[in-house]
């Protein structure tokens, strides 16, 4: 009966009348043991569960957290490909930029060439389920190779600001974890204009990736109208957030400086002193936290407009069977490059949920805890890249690795369009 109940379909009448579940009743009806912090709390059970039911354009996967809270649907979908000398959208990093005056994205393309293009978001996005039946996006700016005169190789966030495009980035492999170059700004309408920056946010790779704005309702709060924020995305990880960041600054002190750009740190999680889950960062090859671990991965972060809650998308692995470091994983024959699953499926796209609120009122800018977190099955396979919210239409867009492949070698993020908002 037990494995009999992860198939049940939560009623209307359940998500209306919303109770926390304890830990101690996620652990006993889900359908394996996982670690988790016994003081915390999760709203629903299936959003942690080993079995998920599948999720496509027609019967898209909505977590019960995120339908407690929100008004959620998906939009559609439209891809992304183009291919010039500067690079293409074959295996792109995919962090993503949304742009009011175009209705469009800026898209940071192949993971070798740091560079970026603009494409107008179809006026009409697809329900297929094929990607070969799914427009393609109109280019706007052909790719653009950015960081050639620095040492950064990999671009972490985009935002758009008037004129401006800022730009984030760091050293994938940053062994010392020394540097502090991480933002740039370029012109928006001509992104080949040479970019102004290096400037730096104090924090660095701390806090220098996704970029979005904060909503009217909390601006007073948090006592600015932008944040920025980034977790343990690439390499080195004691450099990074152990957690998703928030830190609140000014895009107009990018513009006006020529070095150091203020911001106001909300909530870090600094390895050793600050974990968001104790020790998160070790590979045991036992079972994860769902709440942290060395495989989670916070690639973007927004707050929903007209509420407190600081959302923040990407992906998790390892709850169920575990995490290790160079291991040869269940099915393979060769040791996997770094951290790994146990298991290879054991990896999924994943969202965590914060009270801003509750946020300023902690002693640390490390003690808050997501009161909702859990896996969100996208209606395309693969993982979640990057993302990028437009609050005039409550519009989350959000880049799906691969998904957009239609030959044999091409590998284009897929665009993923969800519409959230506050009940």
């Given at each position: 009966?037990?494995?009999?109940?992860?198939?049940?379909?939560?009623?209307?009448?359940?998500?209306?009348?919303?109770?926390?579940?304890?830990?101690?009743?996620?652990?006993?009806?889900?359908?394996?043991?996982?670690?988790?912090?016994?003081?915390?709390?999760?709203?629903?059970?299936?959003?942690?569960?080993?079995?998920?039911?599948?999720?496509?354009?027609?019967?898209?996967?909505?977590?019960?957290?995120?339908?407690?809270?929100?008004?959620?649907?998906?939009?559609?979908?439209?891809?992304?490909?183009?291919?010039?000398?500067?690079s293409t959208s074959s295996y792109a990093v995919g962090v993503l930029g949304y742009n009011p005056?175009?209705?469009?994205?800026?898209?940071?393309?192949?993971?070798?060439h740091n560079a970026i293009a603009e494409f107008r978001i179809p006026d009409v996005l697809s329900?297929?389920?094929?990607?070969?039946?799914?427009?393609?996006?109109?280019?706007?700016?052909?790719?653009?190779?950015?960081?050639?005169?620095?040492?950064?190789?990999?671009?972490?966030?985009?935002?758009?600001?008037?004129?401006?495009?800022?730009?984030?980035?760091?050293?994938?492999?940053?062994?010392?974890?020394?540097?502090?170059?991480?933002?740039?700004?370029?012109?928006?309408?001509?992104?080949?204009?040479?970019?102004?920056?290096?400037?730096?946010?104090?924090?660095?790779?701390?806090?220098?990736?996704?970029?979005?704005?904060?909503?009217?309702?909390?601006?007073?709060?948090?006592?600015?109208?932008?944040?920025?924020?980034?977790?343990?995305?690439?390499?080195?990880?004691?450099?990074?957030?152990?957690?998703?960041?928030?830190?609140?600054?000014?895009?107009?002190?990018?513009?006006?400086?020529?070095?150091?750009?203020?911001?106001?740190?909300?909530?870090?999680?600094?390895?050793?002193?600050?974990?968001?889950?104790?020790?998160?960062?070790?590979?045991?090859?036992?079972?994860?936290?769902?709440?942290?671990?060395?495989?989670?991965?916070?690639?973007?972060?927004?707050?929903?407009?007209?509420?407190?809650?600081?959302?923040?998308?990407?992906?998790?692995?390892?709850?169920?069977?575990?995490?290790?470091?160079?291991?040869?994983?269940?099915?393979?024959?060769?040791?996997?490059?770094?951290?790994?699953?146990?298991?290879?499926?054991?990896?999924?796209?994943?969202?965590?949920?914060?009270?801003?609120?509750?946020?300023?009122?902690?002693?640390?800018?490390?003690?808050?805890?997501?009161?909702?977190?859990?896996?969100?099955?996208?209606?395309?396979?693969?993982?979640?890249?990057?993302?990028?919210?437009?609050?005039?239409?409550?519009?989350?867009?959000?880049?799906?690795?691969?998904?957009?492949?239609?030959?044999?070698?091409?590998?284009?993020?897929?665009?993923?369009?969800?519409?959230?908002?506050?009940?």
């Open positions: 009966m037990k494995f009999f109940k992860i198939f049940v379909l939560t009623t209307l009448t359940a998500l209306t009348a919303i109770s926390c579940f304890t830990i101690d009743k996620v652990l006993n009806n889900a359908p394996t043991k996982v670690n988790i912090d016994k003081n915390a709390k999760v709203l629903f059970n299936e959003d942690i569960s080993q079995i998920m039911l599948e999720s496509n354009p027609d019967k898209p996967h909505y977590p019960l957290g995120l339908q407690a809270q929100f008004d959620i649907e998906y939009a559609g979908a439209f891809r992304v490909y183009v291919k010039n000398n500067a005056k175009n209705n469009s994205i800026f898209m940071a393309g192949h993971a070798h329900f297929e389920d094929s990607a070969k039946n799914i427009p393609n996006a109109t280019v706007l700016q052909n790719y653009v190779t950015l960081l050639d005169d620095t040492r950064n190789d990999k671009i972490t966030g985009m935002l758009a600001y008037g004129d401006s495009l800022l730009v984030t980035s760091e050293i994938w492999y940053d062994g010392n974890g020394k540097n502090k170059d991480n933002l740039q700004v370029l012109n928006i309408n001509d992104i080949s204009e040479k970019p102004k920056g290096m400037l730096q946010f104090n924090g660095a790779a701390r806090i220098a990736g996704y970029m979005s704005k904060i909503p009217i309702n909390m601006q007073t709060a948090l006592g600015g109208k932008y944040l920025v924020g980034w977790s343990s995305v690439f390499a080195i990880t004691s450099r990074h957030s152990q957690g998703p960041s928030l830190a609140v600054f000014s895009p107009q002190d990018a513009l006006d400086t020529d070095l150091l750009v203020a911001n106001d740190i909300k909530q870090v999680y600094p390895i050793y002193k600050g974990d968001l889950v104790a020790g998160a960062h070790k590979y045991t090859g036992k079972p994860a936290s769902p709440i942290w671990s060395a495989l989670a991965k916070g690639r973007y972060g927004f707050i929903i407009p007209k509420t407190s809650t600081f959302m923040v998308v990407g992906s998790q692995g390892g709850i169920h069977s575990g995490i290790g470091y160079k291991i040869i994983q269940e099915g393979k024959n060769k040791a996997c490059a770094g951290g790994c699953t146990n298991d290879p499926k054991d990896n999924y796209n994943y969202y965590w949920l914060f009270d801003t609120n509750e946020m300023l009122e902690n002693e640390n800018p490390w003690d808050l805890k997501p009161f909702s977190y859990g896996k969100w099955r996208m209606p395309f396979s693969g993982s979640i890249l990057g993302a990028t919210f437009d609050d005039n239409n409550n519009m989350l867009y959000m880049s799906i690795s691969s998904a957009a492949r239609t030959g044999n070698y091409d590998r284009p993020p897929m665009i993923v369009a969800y519409k959230i908002a506050v009940k």
